[in-house]
């Protein structure tokens, strides 16, 4: 399989059409010695099932593995780590990697638990766990999905679970998009299988699932992203992270050269419609350099009180008070009005929590618009 190719399959036997996937990309051909150390990387970020739209199915896995092993390769391990706030082994539980795990004897590795290394990516010190050194070929298996801070997420930014939780702390405080880019210089990727069946376009950590039952493989991470940012309905200049790496020479981005064959035949899927829902609900925020987690499970909340006529009171109140809900790192040891997170506790008003959960965040806010005494906020309450 040349690296301008990506490779499509539409279906729902996703073990079985992962499996064929492999065969026609001829993914045995890529791996150096059947007895090389493979890692695979699925996408494991919250204890969500994959119908919901954030997790990797272990359907796909499954096929990855059945396909390795019946060509001969011995050694093969999990490897991932949940976002900041949630513990991998409830997703790796929730998900059903347990089972799948012990089924298959491979090895699963919390990378949550994993002493971190120093590494130096082309001028920046990044932390990785020590466990990515041990790999000899990494198989990457994302998620293709909406991000509330990068827009998408598929190959490049997955990577991010194969780093330390107080370094992905850090990676919010640098901005998110360089240290993707050059994350991806530090620990490279030699082939991807996408999970493109039902990612969730609004968050990463699902809710909206957005059914297209599609696997896709490829062995360019930023030729694939940019196809996926393409799907999506994105420019790739919307994208900062994807022209980062590109002149980090990690892949292209150039999609006149891809390669998209899909098996099977049929027509090139159209690029997916926008929602605009997280434009909108942002509109509410402050965000300074926080966490995946804890934004991610903001603007759901938000979402939970315009379902429920209540989010147009909360602006009121914020338009009348001056001012909006802060989150991020950014904020700490600050003052401030009302303030997402432990990060805001100096605030005189906050949602306590590292991260606080969707309906914590939720019902606190309900209770800040009952509690406002806006006279169209009671209304909203008491019709909802």
Known sequence: MKRSEILKIYGTE??????????????????????????????????????????????????????????????????????????????????????????????????????????????MELKICRCVQDVDFLINVPVMKGHCQTKVTCALKNLKGLIPNQEKRRFHAMGLHKPIAYLNAAIRQDFIVVDHICGDLDFEDGGNPVVRNCIMAARDPVLTD???????????????????????????????????????????????????????????????????????????????????????????????????????????????????GSCTSGFDWSVKGCPPTETEIFLKLKELIQSSGHPECGSAVRNC
């Not at 934004?295 to 001056?322: F, N, V």
């Open 226 to 340: 940019s196809y996926a940012a393409y799907l999506m309905g994105y420019d790739k200049t919307e994208i900062p992270y994807l022209q980062l790496a590109e002149d980090l020479g990690i892949g292209t981005t150039d999609l006149e050269k891809a390669e998209v064959r899909i098996l099977g035949g049929g027509e090139q899927e159209k690029p997916l419609p926008k929602s605009g829902k997280v434009v909108e609900l942002s509109d509410a925020v402050y965000e300074v350099e926080s966490c995946s987690a804890c934004y991610g499970y903001l603007l759901p909340a938000l979402d939970r009180l315009k379902q429920e006529g209540l989010l147009e009171p909360l602006m009121k109140i914020l338009g009348e008070s001056d001012t909006r809900l802060c989150i991020g790192q950014g904020f700490r040891g600050k003052n401030g009005k009302l303030g997402i």
């Open 14 to 123: 996703y073990r079985e059409n992962t499996i064929r996937l492999l065969e026609e990309a001829d993914l045995i051909s890529l791996i150096p010695d059947r007895n090389c150390r493979i890692a695979v990387k699925p996408n494991l970020v919250s204890p969500s099932p994959a119908s919901f739209g954030a997790t990797t199915h272990t359907e796909v896995v499954s096929g990855i593995i059945e396909y390795l092993q019946s060509h001969g390769c011995t050694s093969i391990t999990l490897m991932e780590g949940s976002w900041v706030g949630d513990r991998t082994q409830d997703a790796v539980e929730t998900c059903g990697y347990d089972t799948l795990c012990r089924k298959y004897h491979a090895p699963f590795i919390d990378t949550q638990k994993e002493p971190a290394v120093s590494r130096s990516c082309k001028g």
